[in-house]
């Protein structure tokens, strides 16, 4: 609820964060993750993790994977990946 109120307090649209979805392998097992806050206009992947564990891990590969298929593909722009810990962390990755 914080970092949604502070990318509204930015300006960012980040209500389409279902429309991404980056596959991951957990455990040698394949999932789908659905970013926390994809910024389509900013060409931004926003994370925001506080303890973290062995998934979230995969979560950060499978998203730097993607960022980096998607700007070597490099018809939608280029994207950046940055996982904060505190929404107070979000003028650092928008800056």
Not at 50 to 71: C, F, P, T, Y
Not at 79 to 85: E, L, N
Request: no cysteine; net charge positive; glycine share 8%.
């Amino acid at each position: 609820v914080e970092m949604a109120r502070a990318l509204d307090s930015a300006g960012k649209n980040w209500r389409d964060y279902e429309t991404l979805k980056v596959r991951i392998q957990v455990h040698g097992e394949r999932h789908v993750h659905r970013p926390d806050f994809p910024l389509y206009a900013d060409g931004l992947v926003v994370e925001v993790k506080g303890l973290e564990r062995e998934q979230d891990r995969s979560k950060d590969v499978g998203a730097r994977r993607w960022v980096a298929a998607v700007n070597h593909w490099g018809k939608l722009g280029h994207w950046r990946y940055a996982k904060i810990h505190s929404p107070h962390d979000l003028h650092r990755v928008l800056g």
